[in-house]
């Protein structure tokens, strides 16, 4: 966070906002109980994970879309930020900070080549997404 401040004091620091498009609702459950037993939960309490999301009878479906969690879930947020965890771990030069469904690519814009360092964080961000299943909202 010190380069941020750093970053910020010097009034060159240039924030690319990454928002999912339907964050909670995208995660697809089977790549989601693979990052789960990387972080270390297993055993029944990864079991448990697996039966709420692969086996579970309740869904909720608005326009046509069906929920990925439970609605209204506490574990909803944790679960995303589990799954999205290695974005901010992606060896790019900018800075990738999370926060529940939004995240931020961090870039100090001094010379045209920082601008360059920016878009190949964007472009290594946006690989990242697609190879996880998820969408960045582009506006």
Not at 27 to 34: D, E, G, Q
Not at 80 to 109: E, G, M, R
Request: proline share 3%.
């Amino acid at each position: 966070m010190a380069n941020v401040y750093e970053a910020l004091d010097k009034k060159s620091c240039v924030d690319c906002i990454l928002d999912f498009q339907k964050a909670f609702d995208s995660v697809p459950h089977n790549k989601l109980l693979l990052k789960l037993w990387k972080f270390g939960i297993v055993g029944p309490l990864w079991d448990w994970h697996h039966v709420c999301l692969s086996e579970r009878r309740q869904c909720v479906v608005v326009n046509g879309t069906t929920s990925s969690f439970l609605k209204g879930s506490i574990l909803g947020p944790l679960l995303f930020l589990i799954y999205i965890n290695d974005l901010s771990t992606l060896s790019v030069p900018s800075d990738i900070l999370l926060f529940a469904d939004d995240s931020k690519c961090l870039q100090t814009i001094s010379t045209t080549r920082d601008c360059s360092l920016l878009q190949d964080s964007l472009n290594s961000a946006l690989q990242w997404s697609k190879g996880w299943d998820l969408t960045f909202i582009t506006t």
